[in-house]
């Protein structure tokens, strides 16, 4: 059957605040594609799905956020009076327990009580609902199942029949078949269904092939469909670990990127990252501390077994990769060291309901890590959902900083938008105007940079 060639370049000039601003349907570190909708960032790269490409690295979405356009000095740092340190030892983690009672009431005495007391045991049942086992906790398989080495185009292609018998993707995109696969998947779990959106005006061939990924990918629990995921994701994690080998001879003698993990306050502590998708290969290859134990969720069967199998080619023996519903998720064994969230409440309807509790759940000492990328829709997404929990927080006692991307200070050295509230040592409290002090001057920030947003400078860098 005659191949048909396309080309999917997906931008869109929208409203935003009163005046244009520039939208695309990438977020960073999306990980929930089926419930996605666009968020707003500064940039529009061109998505687009070609065949006879040689790998579906070339459709990756690039990690790294570029600098704002206008880059103050922005970072600041307000810090309660120091307490003395309590004695927490995180213990290892990885999975998650399944609900067994209803939570405390979040910042209830109870909740804060719970994080500071160590918990009995070490070890953890299996994970909730829709989880599977992690990286550290895999039992042994062959060497293919085991991402040692990638499936086949021809197992992909039969796995693909298995799942969807009357789909013709594969007399579509004939021998681009599993790059087409992966492109599409993948675009999908950034973009949502704004992917779809943006594929209609291609020929009906094209739209409904990759309709059939879609519908496939959502089909998570049904076994023939859950495999060709884990099958995709696995070819797509090979793909990208070539790439990534690539860039490493690149960049040598050279300064790489901007980091996007904040350290740990705790070595040897539990770093949580909320639904960072895809993007965590890179941190498993460049960011990731060997003295802390780092758990990444996504819901996912295509991006959990893309991330195993880049863990494993990594050699990144601390990191692993969870399938769960975010908003199932239990209080660990023992207090988190680090809870990160990048676009998490945008892309997961409740969850900055779910980040209230979860706040509970770190270690006096330890840090909750809010990112974004460094645009006005994404920061005003920042205030209206998690700006109740901030202040909340601040008011707790918990130390407030913030920064954005490319400014000088502590936390704006990355490559995102970092904000970062840590729990005090002991207990603390903060009058409700020095909390509301605090808080304003974010929002001020905030304010300033908007007013110096220029929604088209990108197309004069």
Same mark, same amino acid.
């Given at each position: 059957?005659?191949?048909?060639?396309?080309?999917?370049?997906?931008?869109?000039?929208?409203?935003?605040?009163?005046?244009?601003?520039?939208?695309?349907?990438?977020?960073?570190?999306?990980?929930?594609?089926?419930?996605?909708?666009?968020?707003?960032?500064?940039?529009?790269?061109?998505?687009?799905?070609?065949? *006879? *490409?040689?790998?579906?690295?070339?459709?990756?979405?690039?990690?790294?956020?570029?600098?704002?356009?206008?880059?103050?000095?922005?970072?600041?740092?307000?810090?309660?009076?120091?307490?003395?340190?309590?004695?927490?030892?995180?213990?290892?983690?990885?999975?998650?327990?399944?609900?067994?009672?209803?939570?405390?009431?979040?910042?209830?005495?109870?909740?804060?009580?719970?994080?500071?007391?160590?918990?009995?045991?070490?070890?953890?049942?299996?994970?909730?609902? !829709?989880?599977?086992?992690?990286?550290?906790?895999?039992?042994?398989?062959?060497?293919?199942?085991?991402?040692?080495?990638?499936?086949?185009?021809?197992?992909?292609?039969?796995?693909?029949?298995?799942?969807?018998?009357?789909?013709?993707?594969?007399?579509?995109?004939?021998?681009?078949?599993?790059?087409?696969?992966?492109?599409?998947?993948?675009?999908?779990?950034?973009?949502?269904?704004?992917?779809?959106?943006?594929?209609? *005006?291609?020929?009906?061939?094209?739209?409904?092939?990759?309709?059939?990924?879609?519908?496939?990918?959502?089909? &998570?629990?049904?076994?023939?469909?859950?495999?060709?995921?884990?099958?995709?994701?696995?070819?797509?994690?090979?793909?990208?670990?070539?790439?990534?080998?690539?860039?490493?001879?690149?960049?040598?003698?050279?300064?790489?990127?901007?980091?996007?993990?904040?350290?740990?306050?705790?070595?040897?502590?539990?770093?949580?990252?909320?639904?960072?998708?895809?993007?965590?290969?890179?941190?498993?290859?460049?960011?990731?501390?060997?003295?802390?134990?780092?758990?990444?969720?996504?819901?996912?069967?295509?991006?959990?077994?893309?991330?195993?199998?880049?863990?494993?080619?990594? !050699?990144?023996?601390?990191?692993?990769?969870?399938?769960?519903?975010?908003?199932?998720?239990?209080?660990?064994?023992?207090?988190?060291?680090?809870?990160?969230?990048?676009?998490?409440?945008?892309?997961?309807?409740?969850?900055?309901?779910?980040?209230?509790?979860?706040?509970?759940?770190?270690?006096?000492?330890?840090?909750?890590?809010?990112?974004?990328?460094?645009?006005? !829709?994404?920061?005003?997404?920042?205030?209206?959902?998690?700006?109740?929990?901030?202040? &909340?927080?601040?008011?707790?006692?918990?130390?407030?900083?913030?920064?954005?991307?490319?400014?000088?200070?502590?936390?704006?050295?990355?490559?995102?938008?970092?904000?970062?509230?840590?729990?005090?040592?002991?207990?603390?409290?903060?009058?409700?105007?020095?909390?509301?002090?605090?808080?304003? *001057?974010?929002?001020?920030?905030?304010?300033?940079?908007?007013?110096?947003?220029?929604?088209?400078?990108?197309?004069?860098?």
């Amino acid at each position: 059957m005659r191949r048909i060639p396309a080309l999917i370049l997906v931008a869109a000039l929208l409203p935003s605040s009163g005046r244009a601003q520039v939208r695309v349907g990438i977020a960073a570190e999306a990980g929930l594609g089926m419930s996605a909708s666009p968020a707003p960032v500064t940039t529009a790269p061109a998505l687009q799905i070609t065949p *006879s *490409s040689p790998a579906a690295a070339s459709l990756t979405p690039s990690l790294s956020a570029p600098a704002p356009l206008v880059t103050p000095a922005l970072a600041a740092a307000v810090r309660p009076a120091a307490a003395a340190p309590a004695n927490i030892v995180p213990g290892a983690l990885s999975a998650i327990k399944p609900a067994a009672a209803a939570p405390d009431k979040p910042g209830s005495d109870s909740a804060r009580a719970a994080a500071t007391a160590l918990f009995d045991g070490t070890a953890l049942s299996a994970p909730a609902i !829709g989880g599977g086992p992690s990286v550290r906790d895999s039992a042994p398989e062959d060497r293919r199942s085991s991402g040692l080495s990638p499936p086949t185009d021809a197992e992909l292609v039969a796995a693909y029949r298995a799942a969807a018998p009357k789909s013709q993707a594969v007399e579509t995109f004939g021998r681009d078949f599993v790059a087409m696969a992966a492109g599409a998947v993948q675009k999908y779990t950034f973009m949502g269904n704004y992917f779809l959106e943006g594929l209609k *005006s291609q020929p009906l061939a094209i739209y409904r092939a990759a309709a059939d990924f879609i519908s496939t990918h959502d089909k &998570r629990e049904e076994p023939a469909s859950r495999r060709f995921m884990e099958l995709l994701g696995r070819w797509n994690a090979f793909q990208d670990h070539g790439r990534e080998k690539l860039l490493a001879m690149k960049r040598l003698g050279q300064e790489g990127p901007p980091r996007n993990l904040p350290p740990s306050p705790m070595p040897g502590g539990e770093y949580w990252d909320m639904a960072t998708g895809m993007n965590a290969q890179s941190f498993m290859y460049r960011e990731l501390d060997p003295a802390v134990n780092y758990s990444f969720f996504d819901y996912s069967p295509f991006v959990v077994s893309y991330l195993k199998t880049a863990a494993e080619l990594a !050699g990144a023996k601390n990191a692993a990769v969870v399938e769960a519903d975010l908003n199932k998720l239990t209080r660990p064994a023992k207090p988190l060291a680090v809870l990160r969230t990048k676009n998490a409440a945008h892309y997961v309807p409740g969850f900055d309901k779910k980040l209230e509790e979860m706040a509970d759940w770190i270690a006096p000492g330890g840090q909750l890590v809010i990112q974004n990328d460094p645009s006005p !829709g994404q920061r005003d997404i920042i205030i209206e959902k998690h700006g109740p929990l901030i202040r &909340r927080l601040i008011a707790e006692g918990w130390e407030f900083e913030y920064g954005f991307s490319g400014s000088p200070g502590n936390w704006g050295g990355y490559g995102l938008d970092t904000m970062t509230l840590t729990r005090p040592k002991a207990a603390s409290k903060k009058t409700p105007e020095e909390a509301l002090r605090e808080w304003a *001057s974010y929002e001020r920030a905030v304010q300033y940079l908007e007013r110096s947003f220029n929604p088209l400078g990108f197309l004069f860098r």
